[in-house]
């Protein structure tokens, strides 16, 4: 089963920082989610990697499977940035199958103005 | 984009009592949805995978007599929790695969249940 690490569990930056979260996985995975749950509970879907870089918005996210590694960049961090952000893997054998996903614990952060 | 809608959003259901939660994909078909459970200040995990005329498949520890689940069409899954205890409190949540993009997975809000 696949292990997955973030970190750091809690951040707390001041508006305009820029902001990185790592997440590192113990086992081959088809796909990396990065997720983003809000005080209410509801998940937004931000980037699913299988390599390289993504870039939306104020949001990069960077993968590199050699090294199991993942990152999620913010630039110039707003307070609406504040949200729980989430790793979660998709198995190395996900081609068309069926499999759920494994979540990290999640990086709790806070943009104060 | 992809939209999946979870109902109800929020429940408080006395002990004894079962409970069900929807959860639709609005605008595409998902041949493969997956239940999530979020005990506070935890990560989601996985409950089961729900396969469109099919049985569901429950993750080790989950008890699939307390927790039916029934994907009887492509744009529905419900999840009864029965004979609810305080204990099953929690946040689900629903991802649903897109049968046409197999390796997009797309969650509802969840829904939170509590149990008294």
């Known amino acids: 089963k696949n292990e997955v690490e973030q970190s750091p569990q809690n951040l707390t930056a001041q508006e305009g920082e820029f902001i990185t979260i790592n997440c590192s996985y113990s086992?081959?995975?088809?796909?990396l989610h990065w997720l983003q749950q809000h005080p209410g509970g509801g998940i937004v879907s931000l980037f699913m990697l299988s390599s390289g870089k993504k870039k939306h918005g104020r949001l990069i996210a960077t993968i590199n499977i050699q090294e199991k590694h993942s990152s999620l960049h913010i630039t110039a961090s707003h307070p609406r940035d504040s949200a729980v952000y989430i790793c979660a893997v998709s198995p190395d054998d996900s081609g068309g199958g069926a499999d759920g996903l494994t979540f990290g614990k999640g990086t709790h952060l806070i943009i104060q103005p | 984009g992809a939209v999946v809608s979870q109902h109800p959003s929020r429940v408080i259901c006395k002990s004894g009592t079962s409970v069900k939660i929807e959860c639709r994909s609005l605008d595409f078909q998902a041949t493969t949805m997956f239940w999530y459970r979020q005990f506070p200040k935890q990560s989601l995990m996985l409950m089961a995978t729900s396969n469109e005329g099919s049985k569901a498949t429950y993750e080790q520890g989950v008890e699939k007599d307390k927790f039916l689940i029934n994907h009887a069409s492509l744009t529905l899954s419900t999840l009864t929790v029965t004979s609810a205890h305080p204990e099953d409190s929690s946040f689900y949540i629903c991802?649903?695969?897109?049968?046409?993009?197999?390796?997009?997975?797309?969650f509802g809000p969840g829904t939170r249940l509590t149990v008294t």
């Open positions: 991802s649903a695969r897109d049968l046409q993009r197999w390796w997009e997975q797309y």
């Open positions: 086992v081959g995975i088809s796909a």
